[in-house]
């Protein structure tokens, strides 16, 4: 399990990038939309070493980007963990008391990162809930 990105919210996405791009000094990337449940954002990474921050926008009406600006605001969203088995690893994290948004991982196709193309992702997310009010999101990437 690797650390690939940490995300953060915001009302106005392009000028959050762009300030925390100044702030950090590092590389941003294209703004990608992914308009698919349970995803509906748009986002833009930055570069931070060998992992990305992700600063993303809403881009539905009660999508779970929406609803969470509506109840905290703007700020940390999600933390995302690459993986090399998202079975495994959800079946860990179940072992551990983790309880998931979805039963089964979305598979989204010719998924960007920002940066890198993925023919395929796999991707699911723990109910903060159950994992300390951290919505972690697992990833299995699929070039």
Do not use: W
Request: proline share 6%.
């Amino acid at each position: 399990m690797r650390l690939r990105e940490v995300s953060v919210v915001a009302s106005d996405g392009d000028r959050t990038a762009g300030l925390l791009a100044r702030l950090l000094d590092c590389e941003v990337s294209q703004a990608v939309t992914c308009p698919e449940p349970p995803v509906q954002s748009r986002f833009a990474s930055l570069r931070c070493g060998p992992a990305t921050l992700a600063v993303m926008e809403s881009t539905a009406p009660g999508s779970p980007i929406d609803r969470f600006v509506g109840a905290r605001g703007e700020g940390l969203f999600s933390i995302t963990f690459e993986v090399d088995d998202i079975e495994a690893a959800m079946a860990h994290f179940r072992d551990c008391g983790a309880e998931f948004v979805c039963e089964e991982p979305v598979r989204l196709k010719d998924y960007s990162t920002g940066f890198d193309t993925y023919r395929e992702c796999l991707v699911n997310f723990t109910h903060p809930r159950s994992t300390a009010r951290i919505l972690i999101e697992l990833q299995e990437l699929r070039k």
